[in-house]
């Protein structure tokens, strides 16, 4: 009786654990553009000195590498953004000369100052010729929702952890605004990276759009990572960290009924009158 009441107990703090892991909104998460998308290049915005582009400014002549987060996240944003910067580096790629990286801020609250704070984060604050070709832009909920609804991006605001639940990726743009394919994730391979720029910059409109489809397929969200961690104010786990959790609670399962097996052999052992005595 004993050893079953202890499984009980176990499987009472297991089940108490998991109905504590609470999922973010994922059915409101998505990235994947239309085939055939393009850009809204007359949409306005406010570069990361304050002054006033369109997308056109800063999509142009070359592919571009549009990259939607916002600059207050704690989280993914910032690793996806030092992740194009890596693998630019690694491909001997240059930033203004081979590709324009264009950061896209989903915040309507944010302003160029913390737009330009994120961009020294992740660039540095010398060395003018390294961040030439990066754009932090900001903007209002009217020019966001024209570039995210292109990019087949959605989101949305969780009050009560503070951030937004959002897909991690980049998206590959040609010259002419047309979206040619996304990556999804956080670090990007330099040959897949350079690949998908060269074809961006020489694709046809039907390519782009062929491409686009087909990546669009892949991008389920099993292979997204949302923008979403443990708030230790309300104990709560995010999407990232679930995988984490259930290996946890699994690995404590198992040691607990590995104890109870082993009590439950010993008292099969144990002699009858030793156990009613």
Request: charged letters at 20%; glycine letters at 8%.
């Amino acid at each position: 009786m004993t050893i079953a009441r202890f499984i009980m107990l176990a499987a009472a703090l297991v089940a108490g654990s998991a109905r504590a892991t609470v999922l973010p909104p994922v059915d409101q998460v998505g990235f994947a553009p239309a085939p055939g998308a393009v850009l809204p290049m007359s949409a306005r915005f406010s570069d990361e000195h304050g002054r006033s582009v369109r997308l056109a400014d800063v999509v142009h002549d070359r592919a571009a590498i549009v990259v939607p987060a916002y600059y207050g996240c704690s989280n993914l944003c910032t690793i996806v953004l030092r992740g194009v910067a890596a693998s630019l580096r690694a491909s001997a790629l240059r930033a203004g000369h081979d590709v324009d990286v264009v950061a896209v801020s989903i915040a309507p609250l944010e302003t160029p100052a913390l737009a330009l704070a994120k961009k020294r984060d992740v660039l540095g604050s010398g060395m003018r010729d390294a961040t030439e070709g990066w754009h932090f832009l900001t903007g209002n909920d009217v020019a966001i929702g024209r570039v995210t609804r292109a990019l087949g991006y959605r989101y949305t605001y969780v009050a009560a952890e503070k951030q937004y639940a959002h897909a991690s990726g980049i998206t590959i743009v040609a010259p002419d605004g047309r979206i040619a394919r996304v990556l999804y994730g956080v670090s990007f391979p330099p040959t897949e990276l350079r690949s998908a720029l060269a074809s961006a910059s020489s694709a046809t409109a039907s390519d782009a759009a062929a491409v686009i489809d087909a990546t669009a397929s892949e991008g389920g969200v099993s292979k997204w990572l949302l923008c979403f961690h443990y708030d230790p104010k309300t104990g709560r786990y995010s999407f990232a960290a679930m995988n984490s959790v259930r290996v946890a609670g699994l690995l404590a399962l198992a040691a607990l009924v590995g104890y109870a097996a082993t009590a439950w052999r010993r008292e099969r052992r144990t002699p009858r009158r030793d156990r009613t005595r």
